[in-house]
């Protein structure tokens, strides 16, 4: 009889902590920066906070799985903290550019010879300068920007009378040098404000690399001794939130998630909440690929960041353009820059693709700074541009 009531009372209990876990599932998640470190990394579930409540959740550990077992009836041990995966030291942004140099001299040195050659021919005849100009539009420089170089070489070359290879070599890197912006403000910024930190949206197009680009830029800024939150306000699909975790958890960088088909909007503003609480350098917004075709997803990546700016100023708007695209590249870019107004350009792939050229004609046409490319597919492959080190390796004798 005894026992009857006894395991009466045991049912009793299971159905409770089964029905009570099911009540108090986290909506948002964090999952931990892996370095054992923080409350995120506390390990297990914690009660969620109300919904109106949730901008002071300290932001405790993801949802478990749906078909997790029912919490036992009998108090147990504390499962043990699984042991801390090692966590990766990234390089620093400085002198990253010149590290990628051989994959800028691979993929760009076809240009920098060809106009080389044609430079240094014997007698530049009109022909000579059409082609010169011609290689130049082929590797997506832009007309205008390829008619001002040739006209200016022009000059520069009857002024200069003989041409030795050297000569030849100063003026071409100098005139590719004015088109590209030399001197230009290409900073990203990073800097938290006082007790804020930076805020970084990463948009564009789909597959152009956003994901890769917010995962590689975490690394950049722990590499320069910054604490970093990401936030997967790419909702369209989980698997996109677990690209995410995989690159935060190899630095240590905490991810802000929510349920696939959550507003992203809604991410996006607890993940500047998250960093902000957790007193975070910079935190920085992965977001889904849209085609600027779509007015629908553009406007929802318009509230996305007027939510945002609800909590914080943005700080950075980052457009991720794939080198690859060219032409295309640019009608995204103009899009985007009406909808968000970009502030910074991050061309990936450029280590695929013979045109780096566009990197001139974005600027020109949008007036918006290149500011990180992409030279592979490595976690590291990622540096602030550096226009100097690009012409050097574009005219690198291989
Ligand atoms: N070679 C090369 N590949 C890159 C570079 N950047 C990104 N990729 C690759 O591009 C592919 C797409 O990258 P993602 O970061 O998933 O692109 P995404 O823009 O987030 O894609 P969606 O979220 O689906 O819109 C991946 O295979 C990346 O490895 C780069 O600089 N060089
Ligand atoms: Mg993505």
Known sequence: MDITLLAAIAIVV????????????????????KDGTGPEATGGTTTAPPEEDRER???????????????????????TAEPAPELETPPPS???MVRLRQRLARSQNSLGQGLLNLLSSDSLTEDTWEEIEDTLITADIGVTSATQIVENLRTRVKVLGTRGPDEVRGLLREE????????????VRTEPHGDRPAVIMVVGVNGTGKTTTTGKLARVLVGDGRSVVLGAADTFRAAATEQLQTWGGRVGAPVVSKEEGSDPASVAFDTVAHG????ADAVIIDTAGRLHTKTGLMDELGKVK???????QVDEVLLVLDATTGQNGLRQARVFAEVVNITGIALTKLDGT????????VQRELGVPVKLVGLGEGPDDLAPFDPEVFVDALLTQE
């Open 276 to 279: 902000t609480e957790e007193g």
């Open 306 to 312: 007027r939510v945002v700016e609800k909590k914080s």
């Open 14 to 33: 299971v159905l409770l902590a089964v029905g009570g876990f099911f009540l108090v599932r986290t909506r948002r998640s964090v999952t931990p920066g």
């Open 176 to 187: 590719l040098l004015a088109q590209i912006g030399g001197d230009t403000d290409r900073i």
């Open 94 to 96: 400085a002198g990253r």
């Open 354 to 361: 013979a045109k780096g050229g566009i990197i001139v004609q």
């Open 57 to 79: 959740d300290d932001g405790t550990v993801a949802t478990p799985p749906a078909h997790a077992p029912p919490a036992p009836a009998e108090p147990v041990e504390e499962p």
